[in-house]
T-cell receptor
Framework: DTGVSQDPRHKITKRGQNVTFRCDPISEHNRLYWYRQTLGQGPEFLTYFQNEAQLEKSRLLSDRFSAERPKGSFSTLEIQRTEQGDSAMYLC???WGQGNGEQFFGPGTRLTVL | DAKTTQPPSMDCAEGRAANLPCNHSTISGNEYVYWYRQIHSQGPQYIIHGLKNNETNEMASLIITEDRKSSTLILPHATLRDTAVYYCIVRSNFGNEKLTFGTGTRLTIIP
């Protein structure tokens, strides 16, 4: 399968713990996006990368959140000192090109903070 | 990006055409209309997009009014697998990378 993959698919953690999610985009896609989705809402943009450069971050991305894409391929999203309000689905998407091309989404990582 | 308004839910009989409306009265000249859908427990899936002309692909047709203030996504022969939340998104093609999702329309296909 050559689609966007995310790992893990589900994560349960206790409040205060750190968690890290991984996203593997479609091969050769230069753009990678992170979104967060809570129950009953549409996805909300968090941040995006063009190659290894992080070009935009939402105000939703507090200091406890950090994202990296060190070699312009896979990306990680880390949440430090998790809070119950961080419980959500974290979605990754990738796209190709300079324009606003179609974004291909992964299946998401569902985070539950107890 | 301009805001969109969609009905929260719709039903459609299997085999019939599903017509999903979207209002985007504040759309500007360089903004496109995109449609994505999200089937339960999956990530969103691109369907179609357009600027001002009607568009058709293997999944759906997009009809945009002449004043561009509203549009309709048409699924010509709805199947049970089309049950999903459908999002209408207005997006500039000049440097704006992110997709701004609303709450969408929950479409249920009835057998």
């Amino acid at each position: 399968d050559t689609g966007v993959s995310q790992d893990p698919r589900h994560k349960i953690t206790k409040r205060g713990q750190n968690v890290t999610f991984r996203c593997d985009p479609i091969s050769e896609h230069n753009r990678l996006y992170w979104y967060r989705q809570t129950l009953g809402q549409g996805p909300e943009f968090l941040t995006y990368f063009q190659n290894e450069a992080q070009l935009e971050k939402s105000r939703l991305l507090s200091d406890r959140f950090s994202a990296e894409r060190p070699k312009g391929s896979f990306s990680t999203l880390e949440i430090q000192r998790t809070e119950q309000g961080d419980s959500a689905m974290y979605l990754c998407a990738s796209s190709w090109g300079q324009g606003n091309g179609e974004q291909f989404f992964g299946p998401g990582t569902r985070l539950t903070v107890l | 990006d301009a805001k969109t308004t969609q009905p929260p839910s719709m039903d459609c009989a299997e085999g019939r055409a599903a017509n999903l409306p979207c209002n985007h009265s504040t759309i500007s000249g360089n903004e496109y209309v995109y449609w994505y859908r999200q089937i339960h427990s999956q990530g969103p899936q691109y369907i179609i997009h357009g600027l001002k002309n009607n568009e058709t692909n293997e999944m759906a047709s997009l009809i945009i009014t002449e004043d561009r203030k509203s549009s309709t996504l048409i699924l010509p022969h709805a199947t049970l697998r089309d049950t999903a939340v459908y999002y209408c998104i207005v997006r500039s093609n000049f440097g704006n990378e992110k997709l701004t999702f609303g709450t969408g329309t929950r479409l249920t296909i009835i057998p």
